[in-house]
C-alpha cells in the first residue's frame, strides 16, 4: 500500500504530460514562424540598405506628383502619396460596395429563375450561368472595355435613351443635387419613419390581442406620407433639385458621369460574381424540404408569396456563409481594374511604388487594406448569420 501511495504522488513531467504536448507544439511552431519572419524582414532590411532606400512611411508626405483621373474627393498633382492612396482605397471601396448590392440582386433573381417552372427562363438562365462562370474574369473585363465601351459614339454623337448618354468616355445621367430644403426633408422622413416604425408595433399588438385586423402597414405607411406632405408644406419646394448633363466642348458637364472605366470594371465584376450567388442561391433553395413547399401549396399560397415568406427565409441560413466568400472574392478581384486603366488601390499602389522607391511599405498597405476590409465583410455577414440562425430548444 505504502509503494502504491508513493506511486500516485509521483508527479509526470511537464514535457511528458498530455495537457500541456499540444500547447508546447504550437508555442514552438509560433516561435519557428517568428524567426522565419524576422529572418526576412532583416533580409529585407539590408537589401534596402545596400540600395540606400530607408525603410519608413515618411514618403507618404511627399509630393506624388502624378494625377488621377476619377476620383471620391478632390487630388491634384501636388497633393501627396498619402492622399493618392487613400484615393485608391476610396475608389477600391466605392467598386466594391457598388458591386456586392448590384451582385446580390442578380444573383439572387437569376438564382431563382433557375428553379422556374418557365422552360426558357430556366434555359436562359442556366446557359448564363455556365457560360459567364467558365469564362475568365480578366478576359471579360477585356470584352467589357474594349470591345463594347470604347466602341461606341464619341461625347458629340452620344447615344441618348431616357436622358441617358452613353459614349465612348462613359456615361452621364441626370442626377439630383441637394437644395436649401433638403435639410428639412431630410429630418422630417428621419422623423416619418421613426413614427412609422412605432406605429407598426403598436398596431401588431393590438391586432395580435383583440384578434382584428388593424392594418398595421397602411397606418405606418399614412404617418409617412403624413410627414412628407408636412416636409413639403414647411419647405415649399421639392427635397432636391434634377441637374441634367450638357454637352460641351469636349464632353458632357453636370448631372452623374461615370467613366468607361469604372463601368466596365463594374459590369465585369458584378456579371460575373452574380453567377456563383446565382448557384449558391439555387442550392440553398433546394435544399428546404419539400414538405415546406407542399403545405404551402395545399394552402392555396401563390409562388411568389411562397417564395418571399417561406423558401427564402430558410434558405437564407444555408446561403449567407457561401455568399460571404462571394463578396469578399469580389472585392480582391476589384484589383483586376488596372487592366482596363480604373486607378484603384492596386493601380495607384504601383504608381505610387515605381515614382517612390517605396515598395516594401506601399505592399504592407495594400495588404493591410484588403484584410481590414475583408475582416470587416466577414465579421457583418457572421453576425448577421447568427441572427438568421434558428434557435434549438
Known amino acids: 500500500m505504502n509503494i502504491l501511495a508513493k506511486k500516485s504522488h509521483i508527479s509526470t513531467p511537464f514535457w511528458r504530460d498530455n495537457r500541456m504536448i499540444p500547447i508546447m507544439l504550437q508555442l514552438f511552431f509560433a516561435i519557428f514562424v517568428l524567426l522565419i519572419c524576422g529572418y526576412l524582414i532583416n533580409n529585407a532590411l539590408i537589401g534596402l540598405e545596400r540600395l540606400g532606400i530607408d525603410f519608413g512611411f ?24 498619402g492622399r493618392a492612396l487613400l484615393v485608391g482605397i476610396l475608389n477600391t471601396l466605392k ?12 444573383g439572387v433573381i437569376v438564382g431563382i429563375a433557375r428553379l422556374s417552372n418557365n422552360w426558357l427562363v430556366r434555359k436562359l438562365s442556366g446557359l448564363y450561368i455556365e457560360i459567364i462562370r467558365n469564362t475568365p474574369l480578366l478576359v471579360q473585363l477585356f470584352i467589357w472595355y474594349f470591345a463594347v465601351l470604347l466602341t461606341l459614339p464619341s461625347a458629340q454623337e452620344s447615344v441618348s435613351v431616357a436622358g441617358f448618354y452613353f459614349n465612348n468616355s462613359g456615361i452621364a445621367m441626370p442626377w439630383f443635387t441637394t437644395n436649401d430644403a433638403t435639410a428639412v426633408w431630410v429630418s422630417l422622413f428621419i422623423i416619418g419613419v421613426v413614427g412609422a416604425i412605432i406605429i407598426w408595433v403598436i398596431q401588431l399588438k393590438r391586432q395580435i390581442k383583440n384578434g382584428k385586423r388593424t392594418f398595421p402597414f ?14 413639403f408644406i414647411v419647405s415649399g419646394s ?22 468607361s472605366e469604372f463601368t466596365a470594371i463594374l459590369l465585369g465584376l458584378v456579371i460575373y460574381t452574380a453567377t456563383y450567388i446565382a448557384e449558391i442561391v439555387r442550392g440553398g433553395i433546394q435544399s428546404v424540404s419539400k414538405g415546406q413547399t407542399e403545405a404551402a401549396k395545399a394552402l392555396g399560397i ?38 482596363v486603366g480604373y486607378q484603384e488601390l492596386v493601380s495607384v499602389g504601383n504608381t505610387s511604388m515605381n515614382q ?11 495588404i493591410s487594406v484588403y484584410l481590414i476590409v475583408s475582416l470587416i465583410t466577414s465579421l457583418a455577414m457572421n453576425s448577421f448569420n447568427r441572427r438568421m440562425q434558428l434557435v434549438e430548444r
Open 95 to 106: 467598386v466594391s460596395i457598388i458591386g456586392v448590392i448590384l451582385t446580390t440582386i442578380v
Open 58 to 81: 515618411d514618403f507618404l508626405q511627399r509630393t506624388s506628383s502624378f494625377n488621377i483621373s476619377e476620383s471620391l474627393i478632390t487630388f491634384q498633382p501636388t497633393d501627396t502619396y
Open 238 to 259: 421639392a427635397p432636391v433639385n434634377i441637374d441634367n448633363p450638357v454637352l460641351g466642348n469636349f464632353n458632357f458637364t453636370g448631372g452623374l458621369r461615370i467613366s
Open 218 to 231: 397602411l397606418w405606418s405607411l399614412a404617418t409617412l406620407i403624413i410627414m412628407l406632405v408636412i416636409a
Open 356 to 366: 517612390s522607391g517605396h515598395a516594401i511599405e506601399i505592399i504592407i498597405i495594400m
Open 302 to 339: 401563390k409562388n411568389s408569396t411562397m417564395m418571399r415568406l417561406i423558401i427564402l427565409p430558410q434558405a437564407i441560413r444555408i446561403i449567407i456563409p457561401p455568399v460571404t466568400s462571394q463578396y469578399l472574392n469580389l472585392t480582391k478581384n476589384s484589383s483586376l481594374a488596372i487592366a
